[in-house]
């Protein structure tokens, strides 16, 4: 079975730059998560979505991140401007279900942004 | 979302049983304790979750307390792969997986 993909895996932009990132999530997995984790602490959720729906996003920096899935399939995440504190990162995962307590979240390899 | 506390590093020997605490003295009665690990460069990793009774599988043991307010991740024989940060979540219905910092397990030849 194909794991969650991720890319790039490896970003490194100036600050006030844009960037994007994409995932794939494992095939049948309704819902999407994306997670930002900054060196030395533990993953943050950023965003849940509920096939194409968003179920959770209040931790998202909506002034500058943004995120969708469309036809509830991939992911793009996207950061504009961004900012030297937005190094760090970003983790795609999926599970089968809404959410619920006892679903296991597969996460894929993430992405690494360096912003100077 | 209730917390947990771990320590934040333990030492183990190769072949050897590993047991990793967790605290959660305000855990609901509705949370599950889910312990997910992290290896270097990767993402989080699945290892098994829990309600009340102590659970088993491929990666290791789950012992939880019975008043249910601290757990132990047990690995039966350590090995020079499971060296990584290891998070102790309670998890809600319907609420996300919040991480905390975790227990970095050092596993020494």
């Known amino acids: 079975e194909a794991g969650v993909a991720q890319s790039p895996r490896y970003k490194i932009i100036e600050k006030r730059q844009s960037v994007a990132f994409w995932c794939n999530p494992i095939?049948?997995?309704?819902?999407l998560y994306w997670y930002q984790q900054i060196l030395g602490q533990g993953p943050k959720l950023l965003i849940q979505?509920?096939?194409?729906?968003?179920?959770?996003d209040s931790q998202l920096p909506k002034d500058r991140f943004s995120a969708e899935r469309l036809k509830g399939v991939d992911s793009t995440l996207k950061i504009q401007p961004a900012k030297l504190e937005d190094s760090a990162v970003y983790l795609c995962?999926?599970?089968?279900?809404?959410?619920?307590?006892?679903?296991?979240?597969?996460f894929g390899p993430g992405t690494r942004l360096t912003v100077t | 979302d209730a917390k947990t506390t771990q320590p934040n590093s333990m030492e183990s020997n190769e072949e050897e049983p590993v047991h990793l605490p967790c605290n959660h003295s305000?855990?609901?009665?509705?949370?599950?304790i889910h312990w997910y690990r992290q290896l270097p460069s990767q993402g989080p990793e699945y290892v098994i979750h829990?309600?009340?009774s102590n659970v088993n599988n491929r990666m290791a043991s789950l012992a939880i307390a019975e008043d249910r307010k601290s757990s132990t991740l047990i690995l039966h024989r350590a090995t020079l792969r499971d060296a990584a940060v290891y998070y102790c979540i309670l998890r809600g219905y319907g609420s996300r997986l919040t991480f905390g910092e975790g227990t970095q397990l050092t596993v020494n030849p």
């Open positions: 305000t855990i609901s009665g509705t949370d599950y």
């Open positions: 995962a999926s599970s089968l279900g809404p959410g619920q307590e006892n679903y296991e979240q597969y």
């Open positions: 979505f509920q096939n194409n729906g968003v179920v959770d």
């Open positions: 095939s049948g997995h309704a819902t």
């Open positions: 829990g309600l009340t």
